[in-house]
């Protein structure tokens, strides 16, 4: 089965870098995704990562390497309003890419 | 506007009282899903549904109906809900080509 690891929390400043891992485990996907949610509410679409290597949107950039069945979030001049939870997902090669699997996502605290 | 539309909002049911949460698109997706989500355990899904009158289970589908009648709607249906099945419920939605899934606001079901 397909499973993504991501740490449970993470805290940072204001103003900081940081980068939130996801680890899977599958058989075979179509990309990693990444989104945001905020204090229970839709989850909202950051960025997505098809091949190799590093995308980048603003603040925010994602990496994956499917040869280290890893990839992760950087978010970058960190703001209070980063404060949410991520969530890292990958679309399932199986099922003709129907499954869409999360991983268990990561509370990222910002301090002032 | 582009949007997933669910409702409720807010739902308390008793054991056993079948009930309906409606989801509906208007961006012409042929791609849309449920999930659940639960302290601890990321979103889960439900159903999804690859377009009309194609649908198929997800990761947690005892329990749950869903019917895909027409593109726009994708209703989740409890024939007889179970207090387990207290959480929060998202709907989501996906254009072929396109990376990222738009989710609705959530429906917070509550079983006593």
């Known amino acids: 089965g397909q499973s993504l690891e991501q740490p449970s929390e993470v805290t940072a400043v204001e103003g900081a870098i940081v980068q939130i891992n996801c680890t899977y485990q599958?058989?075979?996907?179509?990309?990693l995704s990444w989104y945001q949610q905020h204090d229970g509410g839709a989850p909202t679409f950051l960025s997505y990562?098809?091949?190799?290597g590093l995308e980048e949107t603003g603040r925010f950039s994602s990496f994956l390497s499917r040869s280290d069945s890893y990839g992760y979030l950087l978010l970058q001049e960190l703001q209070m309003k980063d404060s949410a939870s991520y969530f890292c997902?990958?679309?399932?090669?199986?099922?003709?890419?129907?499954?869409?699997?999360f991983g268990q996502g990561t509370e990222l605290s910002v301090k002032p | 506007e582009a949007q997933v539309t669910q409702n409720p909002r807010y739902l308390i049911t008793v054991t056993g009282k079948k009930l309906t949460v409606t989801c509906s698109q208007n961006?012409?997706?042929?791609?849309m899903s449920w999930y659940r989500q639960d302290p601890g355990l990321g979103l889960r899904q439900i159903y999804y549904?690859?377009?009309?009158?194609?649908?198929d289970k997800g990761d947690v589908p005892e329990g749950y109906k869903v019917s895909r009648k027409e593109k726009r709607n994708f209703p989740l249906i409890l024939e007889s809900p179970s207090p387990n099945q207290t959480s929060l419920y998202f709907c989501?939605?996906?254009?072929?080509?396109?990376?990222?899934?738009?989710f609705g606001s959530g429906t917070r079901l509550t079983v006593v």
């Open positions: 599958t058989s075979g996907f179509y990309g």
């Open positions: 989501a939605s996906k254009t072929p080509g396109r990376d990222g899934y738009t």
């Open positions: 549904s690859m377009n009309v009158e194609v649908t």
């Open positions: 961006m012409n997706h042929e791609y």
């Open positions: 990562n098809g091949l190799d």
């Open positions: 997902a990958v679309r399932d090669r199986d099922n003709q890419g129907g499954k869409l699997i």
